[in-house]
């Protein structure tokens, strides 16, 4: 089993930045890719950004440029520095990791969230 624990969220005027953290312990030998995950109230989950063991990132495209994923190099910590934020990047973040197990089968991890609120 992994744990994830999400830190970092909080309530910023527009124009602010916040870092999100997330550690992940436990049994976190073979987790590969790491992400971000955002619902906001009345909305479905979507990807925010994801960042492999190889450090391939990949963003959506509302926050291309303005928010920056990143990863410890024990690979265990990953980062997510939001800039420029907007209100509509109002949401409960949340953080994913996906690990092979010795099986060779995948399964799939969730952080409980952090609230963003974006608002003057």
């Known amino acids: 089993q992994v744990q994830l624990e999400e830190s970092g969220g909080g309530l910023v005027q527009p124009g602010g930045s916040l870092k999100l953290s997330c550690v992940a312990s436990?049994?976190?030998?073979?987790?590969?890719?790491m992400a971000w995950y955002r619902q906001a109230e009345g909305e479905q989950r979507e990807l925010v950004a994801s960042?492999?063991?190889?450090?391939?990132?990949n963003y959506a495209h509302a926050v291309r440029g303005r928010f920056t994923i990143s990863r410890d190099n024990d690979k265990t910590t990953v980062y997510l520095q939001m800039n420029n934020l907007k209100p509509e990047d109002t949401a409960d973040y949340h953080c994913?990791?996906?690990?092979?197990?010795?099986?060779?089968?995948?399964?799939?991890?969730w952080g409980q969230g952090t609230q963003v609120t974006v608002s003057s």
């Open positions: 436990g049994s976190v030998f073979g987790v590969d890719r």
């Open positions: 994913y990791a996906l690990k092979r197990e010795r099986s060779g089968q995948l399964a799939e991890y």
């Open positions: 960042i492999t063991s190889s450090l391939t990132t």
